[in-house]
């Protein structure tokens, strides 16, 4: 059976440089390489997706709405330069610091597999073909717990890793690192 791969980029950090809670077009400064990657993603036959935790919405900063309005022109952008993102998920709870009804456990905020595992089933991925870049150790266990194939850790040099990566990591120190390596299909297959 015919499956699709996706190339599943974390936000805030990955897409936009992270400066805590973004929710404005004029605080989202795409990261270098971010457009690059997408389209050559694309070209190899990868869906482009993006998963996000926004507990930012549920703490009340913003509402999903504006976090909607946002992604729109995100979206927009990536499109006007060959990138078009797929889908994008997002989970607006917290456990803790969320508000109401965004008060709880989800199972789809990372490190938990749920957006994942969603988008596999809304768009029929093989997850083992596929490949997940975040730049938090959370992310890496939500590919992980997802059956991801490859996983890339994007860790500025600056910011060494304090601990070696968990098995099966792959530690990038820019996105161009990960398009140069789109096509090394197996190479962390088998080592986790
Ligand atoms: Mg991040």
């Given at each position: ?8 980029l ?87 610091r ?15 597999p749920?957006?994942?595992l969603?988008?596999?089933?809304d ?10 870049v ?18 890339f ?6 910011d060494?890793?304090a ?6 990591v792959?530690?990038?120190?820019s ?13 962390s297959?088998?080592?986790?």
């Amino acid at each position: 059976m015919f499956k699709n791969k996706a190339l599943f980029l974390d936000r805030d950090g990955v897409v936009n440089v992270d400066y805590g809670y973004v929710h404005k077009k004029e605080d989202f400064h795409f990261i270098d390489g971010i457009f690059s990657l997408a389209a050559a993603a694309l070209r190899e036959g990868f869906l482009i997706i993006i998963v996000t935790n926004q507990a930012g919405i549920g703490r009340g900063y913003y509402t999903e709405a504006q976090f909607h309005e946002l992604m729109d022109w995100v979206k927009d952008e990536f499109r006007r330069r060959g990138a078009a993102v797929h889908a994008v998920y997002f989970c607006p709870c917290h456990p803790t610091r969320g508000i109401g009804r965004y008060r709880r456990e989800s199972p789809f905020r990372k490190p938990a597999p749920g957006m994942l595992l969603q988008a596999a089933a809304d768009h029929d991925i093989d997850l083992e073909a596929s490949l997940m870049v975040g730049d938090a150790l959370t992310d890496m266990e939500a590919g992980r717990a997802a059956g991801v194939g490859r996983l890339f850790y994007l860790t500025p040099e600056r910011d060494a890793p304090a601990a070696p990566p968990p098995p099966g990591v792959v530690v990038v120190r820019s996105l161009a690192e990960v398009e140069a390596r789109l096509h090394d299909a197996d190479e962390s297959r088998g080592d986790a």
